[in-house]
C-alpha cells in the first residue's frame, strides 16, 4: 500500500496536472463601447416611480402635481432623489421627522425629481417585416 492514508489523485502526485489554457497577452482594445453596446446615454429623464411615466424634466414639481399617467402624486418620497429605503428614516438627508406614507404627497423641502440617464433611439423599428431584415443586414 502507498504511504498516503487516502488513495485520491490530489497534490502529492508525481505527475504533473494538465495546466487551464489561458489567452497569452493583454485583450485586443477596440474602438466600440463594451457591454450594451448602445454608447454613452444622451438624456437626463424623471419617470414616474409607479408607472414609468415620463414627466418634464428641469422644472421644479409643484406640491399638487400628479402623474398624467396614473394619476400618483408626483412631490413624493418615492420619487425623491434622496429616497433610500436602506437609510435612516429612508432619506440620505437628515430631516426631522419621518414621512410615513412614502407614495403619498408631502411637504419635504429638500425635495429633488429623481433623474436617470438614458439612452435615445436612433430609429424606430421599421414596421415591415421586409425592411426590418433589409436594415438588419444593411442590404
Known amino acids: 500500500m502507498s504511504e498516503r492514508k487516502y488513495r485520491q489523485s490530489g497534490y502529492q502526485d508525481e505527475e504533473p496536472r494538465e495546466k487551464r489554457s489561458r489567452p497569452s497577452g493583454p485583450r485586443e482594445k477596440s474602438d466600440k463601447p463594451r457591454g450594451r453596446g448602445l454608447g454613452k446615454p444622451k438624456r437626463s429623464v424623471f419617470r414616474c416611480s409607479r408607472c414609468g ?44 421627522e419621518r414621512i ?13 425629481p429623481k433623474t436617470t440617464q438614458e439612452f435615445d433611439k436612433e430609429s424606430p423599428p421599421p414596421d415591415d417585416a421586409r425592411a426590418a431584415f433589409d436594415a438588419l443586414f444593411k442590404l
Not at 70 to 92: I, K, Q, V, W, Y
Open 53 to 96: 411615466q415620463s414627466q418634464a424634466v428641469g422644472q421644479d414639481v409643484a406640491f399638487d402635481s400628479t402623474c398624467s399617467g396614473c394619476g400618483d402624486d408626483l412631490h413624493a418620497c418615492t420619487n425623491c432623489a434622496h429616497f433610500d429605503s436602506s437609510a435612516p428614516m429612508e432619506c440620505r438627508l437628515e430631516i426631522a
Open 100 to 112: 410615513a406614507k412614502k407614495s403619498k404627497r408631502n411637504q419635504c423641502d429638500l425635495f429633488e
